[in-house]
């Protein structure tokens, strides 16, 4: 089942560090990875290759799944989700070009984050013995549970690393958050070359108390339900729900602007993020038009459903991000589905 594995990859050499860049951090275009595969993961998508030696872990891989980078001297400094898993190595071939670094099974990730956490801080928890991985590697299921039996899930403890959230109170909080509802005042910018203070890349802890600001915020204003669905599932065990932020416009990483996020369930995350569903500046969900996809008799039960909206206006959705959304997943908007009050 999705989601129960973790997995550590290494990145200590320069050639590593070289495709590290090349394809995690950089995304690839669907210009040039289409050429490889018949699979459509939208504009751009991020991957990580492994070679034929590591093909035990690759069986064991599925969609939903986490990866920790080791990047830097004692630190873990990105995570993200598999997305998609499949034989290809002439896809890595063509984008790290070289012919010394070993590929052979292809990783499509979903939005790789940063979460800068020394090395020694993750594996304490899991109880893993060693400085950093010397190869990639699966972490084994009964260290996977001490996560587990803390967080929830490994998508909690990623979402907290990534934050900072342990680090810090409640009380510092109050400015980020004053910032952010200020911001929906202001007009959103569609493009990280525009500079604003709230809305400019950031780093260190003005990002994690912006990005725990937000958080709170939007399960707040959801009440920790799915935007779409309007359902809500508690962890049987620990604290913390299944519901995800989701970014509208994906394209702006480090924008903090409520405005631009929708709280989703991991199924409507997912059919957002590789544009199964989206929505019209009325907050009506558009579905894609694909008819011979298995999926399509789920996710078209939801077209023309209003999702559900926070009670403060300010908050909602901003109609550029949507606009963005849609132009980024190839949605033909019918005019007459846009109402003048909404623009």
């Known amino acids: 089942m999705g989601g129960n594995h973790l997995f550590l990859a290494p990145c200590v050499n320069d050639e590593a560090q070289a495709c590290f860049r090349k394809s995690v951090i950089k995304q690839i275009s669907k210009e040039i990875y289409q050429q490889y595969t018949d699979q459509d993961y939208g504009p751009e998508v991020s991957f990580w290759a492994i070679s034929d030696k590591a093909e035990r872990y690759y069986q064991q891989m599925s969609s939903g799944d986490h990866i920790l980078f080791y990047t830097n001297s004692g630190e873990y400094t990105h995570a993200a989700r598999v997305l998609d898993i499949e034989q290809n190595p002439q896809l890595g071939k063509e984008v790290y ?11 499509y ?10 090395s020694s801080k993750i594996h304490d928890l899991i109880e893993y013995n060693v400085d950093y991985p010397i190869s990639f590697t699966k972490v084994s299921d009964d260290r996977v549970e001490k996560i587990r039996s803390k967080f929830g899930t490994i998508r909690n403890y990623l979402a907290i690393l990534e934050s900072g959230e342990l680090e810090l ?34 780093s260190g802890v003005r990002k994690r108390k912006l990005s725990i600001a ?17 359902k809500r599932r508690e962890h049987p065990t620990a604290h913390g729900t299944e519901a995800e932020v989701h970014r509208i416009a994906g394209k702006l990483r480090e924008n903090f602007d409520i405005r631009n996020h929708l709280l989703l369930c991991r199924l409507h995350h997912w059919a957002f993020e590789v544009g199964w569903i989206s929505l019209d500046d009325s907050f009506c969900v558009l579905t894609k038009n694909a ?50 009050d909404f623009k």
Not at 97 to 107: D, F, L
Not at 109 to 118: A, S, V
Not at 214 to 230: F, N, S, T
Request: glycine share 4%; charged share 40%.
């Open 97 to 107: 070009s070289s012919n010394s670094y070993p590929v052979e099974y292809i990783i």
């Open 109 to 118: 990730l979903e939005d790789p984050f940063r979460i800068d956490t020394p």
């Open 169 to 202: 109170e409640s009380d510092e909080l109050d400015e980020e958050i004053q910032q952010i509802i200020e911001s929906t005042s202001e007009e959103p910018i569609l493009t990280p070359k525009q500079s604003s203070d709230l809305l400019m890349d950031h």
């Open 214 to 230: 937000l958080r709170r915020m939007l399960d707040k204003i959801y009440d920790e339900r799915c935007a779409v669905c309007g």
């Open 291 to 340: 008819e011979d996809r298995e999926g399509y008799d789920e996710f078209i039960e939801l077209e023309g459903e209003e999702i559900n909206l926070p009670d403060r206006r300010q908050f909602w959705p901003h109609t550029k991000y949507l606009q963005e959304h849609r132009d980024r997943h190839g949605f033909d908007l019918d005019e007459s589905k846009i109402y003048d």
